[in-house]
């Protein structure tokens, strides 16, 4: 919906309109000044269907922060849009963040997944030249170098940053800057020495296509320490929910969250984050913004309690008289996804008073500006995720202070 009514904001609809596709809508207008705007679901073979005829021309196809689908080969989406794209003349990526974990780690997939040109994909956008080159950085051994990877998307890639400029002057203002994050460390506890050196004790594993580091694989063992670090409750739902479909890992979660959390001894960093949030808001008297990778860190922050002896206390909820809103593209507990789309404007003209979000939330174009206080908890392992999800409260914050709180390992 957002870029519908960003559209009607900026175009006459005789000039330029966009509209929600679906099968009817797009049998009744044949226009060429209609924009159609398709959710990742309405992706399916009746939208190929649609696409593959004579009378039809697309001129151009734009991909919206797609780079989670493109991540992978096997991905359903990404087959699907591979199928309408060889009948466009022209496809773009839109992305904040178009290789999440690197270019060496994500690009050759979400490369192809955009133009084509894998080994079983036949039909592509490249040249013969750059597939050669394209495989070559992948698949030769001692083949990937930064730079040739530089110099083969140079023709087609468009940044936009801190220092660029249009006409002669900065599109961001120069007085807009980053603000310097700190790490903080958690309330020391005695599990936690043993958490570290389990940490520190991960030796990473290899890549089989080119027998480098595989940082999904190293990221995957980590975050087991780090979800356990903030409470032992998950190792018990990662055993039980081993052969459980997405939505049923959440209810699990839920429910052993909403049922035991109360019961075990908070850990360093759960104590930690109810004083930071109660200082931000009972004597600071400002707003906040939790950031998660992870549909459990998120579920946990929600239902975040305080030391035992203020157990009947639920952090975020009216027991203390903290308001939040979520940010997610799913409902957790009762936030659901029809309250989301309010929360920017509330946050904003202060009717809550905090928002809990997913990292890939940052990426989309929210304007949350009613906070200065942003809390990660732990790494998004992505500098370019944390770029995106600060900006959502900071580049129209000018002189404003904004602090960053990392959570460390």
């Known amino acids: ?53 004579t009378s039809v021309g697309v001129l151009s196809l734009f991909a919206d922060e797609a780079q989670t689908a493109f991540r992978s080969l096997e991905s359903n989406r990404a087959k699907h849009f591979l199928k309408i794209s060889k009948f466009a003349d022209f496809v773009v990526l839109i992305s904040g ?35 050669a080159w394209l495989n070559n950085l992948f698949f030769k051994r001692g083949g990937w170098n930064v730079l040739s990877f530089r110099k083969l998307i140079t023709p087609f890639y468009l940044c936009r940053h801190s220092k660029s400029q249009w006409n002669g002057k900065p599109i961001i203002p120069e007085y807009i800057v980053r603000p310097r994050p700190y790490i903080l460390l958690p309330k020391p506890v005695s599990a936690d020495a043993d958490f570290i050196k389990e940490f520190n004790s991960i030796k990473p594993a290899t890549n089989k296509r080119d027998g480098l580091v595989d940082l999904s694989a190293l990221r995957l063992r980590s975050d087991d320490i780090k979800l356990t670090a903030w409470t032992p409750l998950w190792r018990d739902i990662k055993e039980s929910t081993v052969h459980m479909k997405a939505e049923q890992k959440k209810a699990v ?23 930071i949030v109660k200082r931000v808001h009972f004597v600071e008297k400002e707003k906040f913004i939790i950031v998660a990778d992870r549909i459990f860190l998120l579920l946990l922050a929600i239902y975040v309690r305080g030391p035992l002896k203020h157990a009947n206390e639920k952090l ?28 920017p404007e509330r946050l904003n003209t202060g009717e809550i008073d905090g ?55």
């Not at 009216?318 to 989301?340: D, E, M, N, S, Y």
């Not at 940052?362 to 942003?374: D, R």
């Not at 900006?391 to 990392?406: D, S």
């Open 1 to 53: 919906m957002n870029w519908i009514n960003e559209t009607a904001k900026f175009f006459d609809p005789k000039e330029l309109r966009a509209k929600k596709w679906t099968e009817l809508a797009w049998n009744e207008d044949h226009s060429i000044r209609t924009v159609w705007i398709i959710r990742d679901t309405r992706i399916t073979n009746t939208l190929v269907e649609c696409v593959n005829n």
């Open 355 to 409: 928002v809990i979000m997913t990292d890939r939330v940052g990426a989309c174009g929210h304007n949350l500006v009613g906070a200065n206080h942003m809390i990660f908890m732990g790494s998004l392992y992505s500098q370019a995720y944390e770029d995106q999800a600060i900006g959502t409260c900071t580049t129209r914050v000018f002189l404003r202070r904004t602090t960053l709180i990392f959570f460390s390992f």
């Open 97 to 131: 963040t178009p290789f999440p974990l690197g270019p060496k780690e994500d690009s050759y997939e979400i490369l192809v997944n955009l133009a084509g040109g894998g080994p079983d994909k036949p039909i592509a956008k490249w040249s013969q030249k750059q597939r």
């Open 253 to 275: 979660m839920e429910s052993k969250i909403k049922n035991e959390l109360e019961t075990l001894e908070p850990t360093g960093r759960m104590n930690r984050l109810v004083s």
């Open 316 to 343: 975020c909820e009216t027991g203390v008289g903290i308001k939040i809103g979520v940010l997610a593209g799913q409902k957790l507990f009762l936030h659901t996804t029809a309250q989301r789309d309010r929360v």
